[in-house]
């Protein structure tokens, strides 16, 4: 079965910002999470580069306000699908 990534791709940065949490100034999300994904988020300049030794990722600006507008589409109880 073949699957759409983009699709994919979406879900992990709305579930990495339901995870997110404020680390001095920087949005960061555990990285718990399946690695090509986060190396595609990577490569459109969502979050920070996922192969480092942290074990979270930070947001980049886009990237937080990207992945809380996919956390509101896909998962807010009273949103429309």
């Known amino acids: 079965m073949s699957h759409d990534e983009s699709k994919i791709d979406e879900a992990v940065l709305g579930l990495l910002f339901l ?3 404020d680390d001095h100034g920087l949005t960061r999300a555990w990285k718990g999470h399946d690695w090509d994904a986060l190396g595609r988020l ?3 300049g969502l ?3 996922p192969r480092s030794r942290s ?3 930070v947001f980049t600006p886009e990237g ?3 992945a809380k507008a996919t ?3 896909l ?3 009273d949103h429309p699908a």
Request: glycine share 0%; charged share 35%.
């Open 55 to 57: 074990k979270s990722i």
């Open 75 to 77: 998962f807010r109880a």
């Open 42 to 44: 990577y490569d459109q």
């Open 47 to 49: 979050i920070d580069n």
């Open 64 to 66: 937080l306000a990207r």
């Open 71 to 73: 956390c509101e589409k």
């Open 19 to 21: 995870a997110a949490f």
